[in-house]
């Protein structure tokens, strides 16, 4: 059983900053990747960035140069740095773990989410 706890969300002004942390704890596979998902009213889970075991990372084109993903593979916990925050990042930010168990065959698992409000 694996549990992701998030933190960080809150209210941030029009260009300012705010870190996310996700913390995993239970069954984490060798093999795994970390993200950062996002959802606003009305709209359809978007991925934000993840970044793997290997610490590959992969970003949406939206926040590519405003946002850095990280992860510190000894305390099983995965950040989002959030930078030049605009109103359209308005969102609950939902955590993930993807564990592998070979390159065809995962499973994943889902925080509870973390709303961020960006306005003035």
């Known amino acids: 059983q694996v549990q992701l706890v998030e933190s960080g969300g809150g209210l941030v002004q029009p260009g300012g900053s705010l870190r996310l942390s996700c913390a995993a704890s239970?069954?984490?596979?060798?093999?795994?990747?970390m993200g950062w998902y996002r959802q606003s009213p009305g709209k359809e889970r978007e991925l934000v960035a993840t970044?793997?075991?290997?610490?590959?990372?992969n970003y949406a084109d939206s926040v590519k140069g405003r946002f850095t993903i990280s992860r510190d593979n000894a305390k099983n916990t995965v950040y989002l740095q959030m930078s030049s925050l605009k109103p359209e990042d308005t969102a609950v930010y939902y955590c993930?773990?993807?564990?592998?168990?070979?390159?065809?065959?995962?499973?994943?698992?889902w925080g509870q989410g973390t709303l961020v409000t960006v306005s003035s």
């Open positions: 970044i793997t075991s290997g610490s590959n990372t």
């Open positions: 239970g069954s984490i596979f060798s093999s795994n990747r």
């Open positions: 993930n773990l993807r564990n592998y168990y070979s390159a065809l065959r995962s499973v994943e698992v």
